[in-house]
């Protein structure tokens, strides 16, 4: 196949993309209208921790309900960008003799994010379906010929998707020059977790590790799915993204040793707990999932006061551990 016949391929399903995940959202809306409003605001929270068997009402942070989650990012991504393509259309068809400065600001940033958009659904797809992710490739895709002005396309992409799926974009092939999406979590077919083709759940499984990290290092089952709801994730329906949810999280993270899923000391009834398991604490430390919750809502992690300190500490401890470990051998 032609490169210009395969670019009019994945352009063609990128459109398919659009409309699929524009009808996804708009069911998601729908149903969030019918059965629970977007996100449970703090004193939901707070009247629901006040009940909690496990957790006081002062080791829940407020501020976890205002980061926006990657999940529900991922819906906005791959369905608000039709908007900007039209929007960009129409001013194509206004008169080229404009002076207005910001007429002219407004679409030169359009443009750019329409590259950006394209960039990103044209990786995606080579990803999601495990082909090489060439530059020649992509910049013919995208229609750009300036190294410059690749260059910052290419990074504000790796940006976008770094906070999207928790992966980021490497070279790959310094001959060929390919590009390949490295998880930050060394996570199954390079976040996949199953073997096949589909998108990273990556940054899916940082996000539970911020949660579970910020509601004290443990959070009720209860207290999980309540948050997860808020990002359209429910158990037992499945996921355009993640598949069935709690498969993913009660079964796969826990066998692959990211969660630890166990039943509360002493409760009755029982319930049960999620705590960031061996492989997590091996992989990545709560400054790093710390940093990646405040990126995702443009934040200074130092906002967070508490938890700030608290990955300052982990930082400290697994310094001097890695130190004795050293000494002793």
């Known amino acids: 196949m032609s490169l210009e016949k395969n670019n009019l391929h994945i352009q063609e399903e990128h459109q398919e993309t659009l409309q699929t995940s524009s009808e996804h959202k708009e069911a998601q809306t729908s149903e969030a209208t019918e059965e629970e409003t977007p ?7 707070q009247e629901g921790l006040e009940n909690s068997s496990v957790l006081g009402s002062s080791d829940i942070p407020e501020e976890l309900c205002t980061i926006p989650s990657p999940t529900r990012s991922v819906a906005d991504f791959l369905s608000n960008r039709a908007s900007k393509r039209r929007k960009s259309q129409q001013y194509d068809e206004q008169p080229s003799t404009s002076t207005d400065t910001d007429y002219t600001e407004t679409y ?5 994010d329409d590259r950006v958009d394209l960039m ?11 082909l090489p992710i060439c530059k020649e490739e992509l910049m013919s895709f995208v229609g750009v010929i300036d190294e410059d002005e690749f ?19 490497q070279e790959a092939n310094r001959d060929n020059i390919q590009y390949e999406l490295v998880s930050k ?7 996949r977790i199953y073997a096949g083709n589909g998108l990273p759940k990556t940054g899916f499984v940082m996000t539970i590790l911020g949660v579970i990290f910020m509601m004290g290092n443990h959070a009720t089952e209860e207290e999980l799915w309540k948050f997860l709801r808020t990002m359209h994730v429910r158990p037992g329906r499945k ?3 993640f598949g069935e949810p709690h498969k993913l999280v009660t ?14 000391p002493n409760s009755d ?55 004795k470990s050293q000494t002793q051998e």
């Open 39 to 45: 996100c449970p605001s703090s004193e939901d929270l």
């Open 108 to 112: 030169d940033t359009d443009f750019s």
């Open 120 to 130: 990103e659904h044209f990786i995606l797809y080579k990803f999601e379906r495990q």
């Open 151 to 169: 260059a910052e396309i290419l990074k504000t992409t790796s940006q976008n998707m770094e906070f999207l799926f928790g992966v980021t974009i």
């Open 185 to 191: 979590l060394k996570l199954p077919n390079n976040g």
């Open 239 to 241: 996921h355009y993204v």
């Open 251 to 264: 079964e796969d993270l826990v066998r692959l040793q990211y969660l630890e899923y166990r039943q509360v």
């Open 269 to 323: 009834p029982p319930c049960y707990e999620f705590l960031w398991g061996p492989r997590a604490y091996e992989e990545i430390n709560k400054m790093e999932v710390l940093e990646f919750l405040a990126k995702v809502s443009n934040d200074d992690p130092r906002k967070f006061s508490t938890h700030y300190e608290e990955a300052l500490k982990d930082i400290e401890e697994r310094a001097k551990a890695n130190k």
